[in-house]
């Protein structure tokens, strides 16, 4: 069964940094891509930077060139590195991965994703 676990989260100042995992356990098959998703209670969710599987990247527009998605495939870890944080990054970030292909315009979105991990807390606050 796959698994996939989040750590890193935390209350942190704005304007400092927090880097996010996840990793994957018990996943087989083809080729898999994976993301970084947000919510806010109440809130509709955000897809924040997804990884295709063939090596491209997309974010979304409110944490381009703040934030940084990256795996390590050796040890099926998939990392959010984020920088600058304000108080609107506030969220449960979710890790997630989809199977097979899908095209770039769908990484961003939820549809694909079929594994979800239980999300870790972001607080950005002063």
């Known amino acids: 069964q796959v698994q996939l676990l989040e750590s890193g989260g935390g209350s942190v100042a704005p304007g400092t940094s927090l880097r996010l995992s996840c990793t994957v356990s018990g996943w087989t098959g083809r080729p898999y891509g994976m993301g970084w998703f947000r919510q806010v209670p109440g809130e509709a969710g955000e897809g924040v930077a997804a990884?295709?599987?063939?090596?491209?990247?997309l974010y979304a527009d409110s944490v381009k060139g703040r934030f940084t998605i990256s795996r390590d495939k050796s040890i099926e870890s998939l990392y959010l590195r984020m920088d600058a944080l304000k108080p609107e990054d506030t969220a449960i970030y979710y890790c997630?991965?989809?199977?097979?292909?899908?095209?770039?315009?769908?990484?961003?979105?939820?549809?694909?994703?079929?594994?979800w991990g239980q999300g870790t807390q972001v607080t950005v606050s002063s």
């Open positions: 990884l295709h599987h063939d090596g491209v990247t």
């Open positions: 997630a991965a989809f199977q097979g292909s899908i095209s770039y315009s769908q990484l961003l979105r939820p549809d694909p994703y079929k594994i």
